[in-house]
Nanobody
Framework: QVQLVESGGGTVQSGDSLRLSCGAS????????MGWFRQAPGKEREFVAR????????YYTDSVNGRFTISRDNAKNTVYLQMNSLKPEDTAVYYC????????????WGQGTLVTVSE
């Protein structure tokens, strides 16, 4: 069965950086669009970023554009989220997700990794 496993979360201070990783197994990784989502305490899950199969097309939500960078290594079946200039409002559980390019919705989800940004 498909597994997505996130890592790299932690507690940092405002202005710091973190890099999240998500390893995928049991899927043809290069056939999937990969995305990052987050859910802050008391809020609904929101889209953060996504990347196409070869990494040439990326999209970001406005609040992270210019600070976060999504990338992928198809040889390692891994997608990354480099987060710079972190703010307290970035505090959330971050989820990795995968979908086929033809799918409307992300089909597979990881268990999440917590990022906490203090003042």
């Amino acid at each position: 069965q498909v597994q997505l496993v996130e890592s790299g979360g932690g507690t940092v201070q405002s202005g710091d950086s973190l890099r999240l990783s998500c390893g995928a197994s049991s899927l043809t990784f290069r056939s999937y669009v990969m995305g990052w989502f987050r859910q802050a305490p008391g809020k609904e899950r929101e889209f953060v970023a996504r990347i196409n199969w070869d990494g040439t097309i990326t999209y970001y939500t406005d609040s992270v554009n210019g600070r976060f960078t999504i990338s992928r290594d198809n040889a390692k079946n891994t997608v990354y989220l480099q987060m710079n200039s972190l703010k307290p409002e970035d505090t959330a559980v971050y989820y990795c997700a995968a979908k086929r390019a033809s799918a409307n919705q992300f089909q597979y989800w990881g268990q999440g990794t917590l990022v906490t940004v203090s003042e």
